[in-house]
């Protein structure tokens, strides 16, 4: 699977950005999509995640009710719009890919949950 991300930029503190994922060579339907990210100087963490099964959402505590994942499986496109956004919110954001797994209480909550990675888009938030 191939995933290109666009969408990062600089904005102010309390603005909002809309970040992309194309994704190609299997189809969204059947995978599990999410959004990493890697703020200076530290490891990667978990964002949001969407699953194939009924297009369940997990998103983490930092973000949630600012950031929303979704996709659109007919353009096989993937989305995260980022409202409030904070000094705290910049970093490299990555579109992430794995293979979802058959129990439905499953939910995504880290980094390890996906096997394939894009290049990143930088998103820096100033304060």
């Known amino acids: 699977v191939q995933l290109q991300a666009s969408g990062g930029g600089l904005v102010q503190a309390g603005g909002s950005l809309r970040l992309s994922c194309d994704v190609s060579g299997r189809t969204l339907s059947r995978l599990l999509m999410g959004w990493i990210r890697q703020p200076p100087g530290k490891e990667r963490e978990f964002v949001a995640g969407i699953r194939s099964f009924g297009g369940i959402t997990n998103y983490a505590d930092s973000v949630k009710g600012r950031f929303t994942i979704s996709r659109d499986i007919d353009k096989d496109t993937v989305c995260l719009q980022m409202n409030s956004l904070k000094s705290e919110d910049t970093a490299i954001y990555y579109c992430?890919?794995?293979?979802?797994?058959?129990?439905?209480?499953?939910?995504?909550?880290?980094?390890?949950?996906?096997?394939?990675w894009g290049q990143g888009t930088l998103v820096t938030v100033s304060s």
């Open positions: 992430a890919a794995g293979l979802d797994d058959l129990s439905p209480r499953f939910l995504p909550t880290g980094p390890a949950d996906f096997g394939s």
